[in-house]
């Protein structure tokens, strides 16, 4: 159903070296005629392979594109690379980023830069038991130098046992760089905070008594007095994004795409609701010109 190209990436020691053997590596590509039940206007992985469990990771806007990493699973665990000029119609590049080439999995991540400029990518090896880091070796971001592991060095005192490796997150900040790493699920350790000013040498700020973790959240929305609710409703299939007055967003993915159900029903709960208008228009696919 999917339109897969093959890619051969060259072995060789481009920036530090990334694959150290030459790979086929498919390409995702959407098909000329979408299954009528994917989704139209939103990302969505065509094969070969899943995108389970569906993470976006390590984005970026980069010499006049927004590129965006994503897990998918095809003879390994990988990061598909899509790229953008408007955020909608996206196309999907040579997929570089893969296990048997760099020899652990591609787990969560985020991009951030380099004091130099450069896109940086730091994320968990799966199988690896560590955070991973990379740096961008070309514009395209289809070139990256050797992951190499966060390795903190462990002060006198600290239990280095203590030390989370998961789903990681970093950014510059000045002259120093910080890494947050995610608990590792089941295993009791609470996220672990790193700092370096070369993204070599780290140190940990590991938890003694106190737990570095976000507090509770409360996505409230209230009308102001005299205001008027205005929702922008986006669907999507299944997947419905409702937008309230600018300022307050939601969405939920409802069951499977039931094409003989198409109707919209306006309702309120707890209290009458006066409708004084309602607009309605069909959404263009992303991915055809139909």
């Known amino acids: 159903m999917q339109q897969i190209t093959k890619l051969t990436v060259l072995a060789g020691l481009l920036g530090g070296g990334l694959m150290a053997s030459a790979q086929e590596v498919a390409i995702p590509?959407?098909?000329?005629?979408?299954?009528?039940?994917w989704l139209s206007y939103h990302l969505i992985h065509p094969g070969p392979g899943n995108a389970f469990p569906g993470d976006p990771n390590c984005a970026f806007y980069w010499k006049g594109k927004y590129h965006l990493h994503y897990i998918y699973n095809n003879d390994g665990?990988?990061?598909a690379h899509v790229s953008s000029d408007d955020m909608v119609h996206w196309k999907w590049q040579p997929t570089t980023l893969t296990q048997k080439a760099i020899g652990h999995g591609m787990f969560s991540g985020t991009g951030f830069?380099?004091?130099?400029?450069?896109?940086?990518i730091i994320y968990h090896g799966w199988g690896s038991g560590k955070n991973q880091l990379a740096i961008a070796q070309d514009?395209?971001?289809?070139?990256?130098?050797?992951?190499?592991?966060?390795?903190?060095?462990?002060?006198?005192?600290?239990d280095g046992g203590l030390i989370a490796n998961w789903?990681?997150?970093?950014?510059l900040d000045g002259d120093n760089y910080y890494a947050l790493s995610g608990g590792s699920p089941g295993s009791g350790k609470p996220p672990t905070l790193f700092k370096s000013?070369?993204?070599?040498?780290?140190?940990?700020y590991i938890p003694a008594t106190k737990t570095l973790m976000?507090?509770?959240?409360d996505a409230l929305f209230e009308l102001k007095p005299g205001e008027d609710l205005t929702l922008r409703v986006f669907i999507d299939k299944n997947l419905v994004e409702v937008f309230a007055n600018d300022r307050q967003a939601a969405l939920a993915a409802r069951g499977g795409f039931a094409p003989e159900n198409l109707g919209i029903n306006l309702f309120s709960t707890g209290a009458d609701a006066t409708v004084k208008q309602v607009k309605g228009w069909k959404m263009k696919s992303s991915y055809t010109d139909k």
Request: aromatic content about 10%; cysteine-free; proline content about 16%.
């Open 29 to 37: 590509a959407m098909p000329a005629t979408p299954p009528p039940h």
């Open 77 to 79: 665990v990988n990061f």
């Open 113 to 120: 830069f380099t004091k130099e400029g450069k896109p940086a």
């Open 139 to 158: 514009d395209k971001l289809e070139t990256w130098s050797k992951s190499y592991p966060l390795e903190p060095k462990i002060k006198p005192g600290q």
């Open 167 to 171: 789903d990681p997150d970093a950014w």
């Open 197 to 204: 000013t070369d993204l070599k040498n780290w140190i940990a």
């Open 214 to 217: 976000v507090g509770k959240v």
